[in-house]
């Protein structure tokens, strides 16, 4: 059975820099579409960023284009999320997710991740003002 674990999360300052990590087991990174997802308080879960290696190609949500970079490592299985520039507005428990079907352009993007097969519990990031 497939298994997402993340860490990272952690109290930042305005302006400040995390990288989370998603560790998995079960499956293997470049076989699937991978993303970061979270959920603020109050809120909805919505997309971060996402990015697949068949067909190859990353997607972010706008309000953090030119801030986060997501990116892995495939010989370790494990996927990361690296946040500049944090704001206040980025609290939130962030989740890793996995979708077995990568070619789905729909899929990829879906705010929602409603076609994503697997989940990680979740680490919870706080920007503080």
């Known amino acids: 059975q497939p298994h997402l674990v993340e860490s990272g999360g952690d109290l930042a300052q305005t302006g400040g820099s995390l990288t989370l990590s998603c560790a998995a087991s079960g499956l293997n990174l470049d076989s699937y579409a991978i993303a970061w997802f979270r959920q603020a308080p109050g809120k909805e879960r919505d997309i971060v960023a996402s990015i697949r290696w068949n067909p190859d190609g990353t997607y972010y949500t706008d309000s953090v284009k030119g801030r986060f970079t997501i990116y892995a490592e495939n010989a370790d299985n494990t996927l990361f999320l690296h946040m500049n520039d944090l704001r206040p507005e980025d609290t939130a428990v962030y989740y890793c997710?996995?979708?077995?079907?990568?070619?789905?352009?729909?899929?990829?993007?879906?705010?929602?991740?409603?076609?994503?097969?697997?989940w990680g519990k979740g680490t919870l990031v706080t920007v503080s003002s």
């Open positions: 997710a996995a979708d077995r079907d990568p070619g789905s352009e729909a899929s990829f993007i879906d705010p929602k991740g409603r076609d994503m097969d697997y």
